[in-house]
Structures are given as C-alpha cells and as structure tokens.
T-cell receptor, first 110, second 116 residues
C-alpha cells in the first residue's frame, strides 16, 4: 500500500529554523503537498512540489527528491503562531485520492 | 461564502442512530473529497467526487457509510447505525478539477461527530 512517515513531534524556539521530514513508500505519485492545521481548525495548503527540488514561499520552503523517496518542509524565522500540526500528502497516480501522512506537531517555544 | 462550508459543526448522537453531514464546496469546484480525522491523528480518505459521480469510494470503512453529491455542488455523507468508533471530525475539501496539478485542496472546518 501507500504510506507516508513523519516525525510525530518537533519542538523549536522562536526565530529558529526547523525542518519537518516526510518519507514515503509509493510506486509513484504526481507531487508532494504540505498542509498546516491549527488545533480545531481546517487544514490549509502551504506548498506543492511537482518536480524535484526546492520551492520557496516566504518563510516556508519545501523540497522533494523522488530518487530518495523523501521530502521536507522548512520553516524559517519561527513565530509562535507557527505552532500547529503539519501534514505531507501525495496524489496517487491511478486515482484521484490524496493520501496524507500522520502529521507532525510543531511546538514553538518563546 | 467564499470557502467550503460544512454543517453541522458539532453533532452528538446515540449509538445506532443515523446521521447526515453536509458539505457546500467552493462555487465552481468540480472535485469534492471527504476525509475523517480522529483525535490527534492524520486524515483518512473516505470518498472522492468528480461532478456528481464518485470514481473513488475505496475509503468508505463499511456499508454503513454512503455519500452523494447533487447538482455538482452540495454533498451529503450519511452514516447509518452509528457506532462509537465513528466518533471523529469529518472534513470536506474541494478543488477545481484540473487544479489537481497544484496539489491544493480547500478544506472546510469539519463536522465533529460524537457517538455516545
């Protein structure tokens, strides 16, 4: 089956840089997405990598390496409001289903 | 409204009762998804609609779960004879059909279901 793995928790201090990894076991997919979800809120889209390499959007960057079955989300200049859960997701090639990882809970400390 | 709207936001029901959860996608979005999220867990895929048809319903956990979409817009997820393990937040998401190339889904706030 298709599966994605993420660390369950990450802790960092305000102003720091943190990297959240996503490794996957799937025979192929269209791209890797990242979502942020605050407690009790809806997941919101952050970034998408269709191709290998780095995508940058403000303080957030995302990276994909298909050859290594690996991607990551990089958050810079951490702020307290970045405390949330972060999910990676892939769209499978033979259906329209997006498969989500288990999520990483980020805690930003003052 | 501009976003995906779900109702009810909270539903408490007794074991064995039927429940209906509603999703209003963003206007013009042809793709609609239902996911389930248990407390502190990831998102579990339930069903996908393209227009009014459901080409992928592989995630429905049992025949107690069903969903329909009418007019290419509103969708209803129905759970019959609810069980305690059905307690979760049910999330609806939509996207423009071909914008799947961007990997972006637009989620609603979810319907929190509690089965006593």
């Amino acid at each position: 089956g298709q599966s994605l793995e993420q660390p369950s928790e990450v802790t960092a201090v305000e102003g720091a840089i943190v990297q959240i990894n996503c490794t996957y076991q799937t025979s192929g997919f269209y791209g890797l997405s990242w979502y942020q979800q605050h407690d009790g809120g809806a997941p919101t889209f952050l970034s998408y990598n269709a191709l290998d390499g780095l995508e940058e959007t403000g303080r957030f960057s995302s990276f994909l390496s298909r050859s290594d079955s690996y991607g990551y989300l990089l958050l810079q200049e951490l702020q307290m409001k970045d405390s949330a859960s972060y999910f990676c997701a892939v769209r499978l090639p033979f259906g329209q289903n997006f498969v989500f990882g288990p999520g990483t809970r980020l805690s930003v400390l003052p | 409204g501009a976003g995906v709207s779900q109702s009810p936001s909270n539903k408490v029901t007794e074991k064995g009762k039927d429940v209906e959860l509603r999703c209003d996608p963003i206007s013009g979005h042809t793709a609609l998804y239902w996911y389930r999220q248990s407390l502190g867990q990831g998102l579990e895929f339930l069903i996908y609609f393209q227009g009014n048809s459901a080409p992928d319903k592989s995630g429905l956990p049992s025949d107690r779960f069903s969903a329909e979409r009418t007019g290419g817009s509103v969708s209803t997820l129905t759970i019959q004879r609810t069980q305690q393990e059905d307690s979760a937040v049910y999330l609806c998401a939509s996207s423009p059909g071909r914008a799947l190339n961007t990997g972006e889904l637009f989620f609603g706030e979810g319907s929190r279901l509690t089965v006593l």
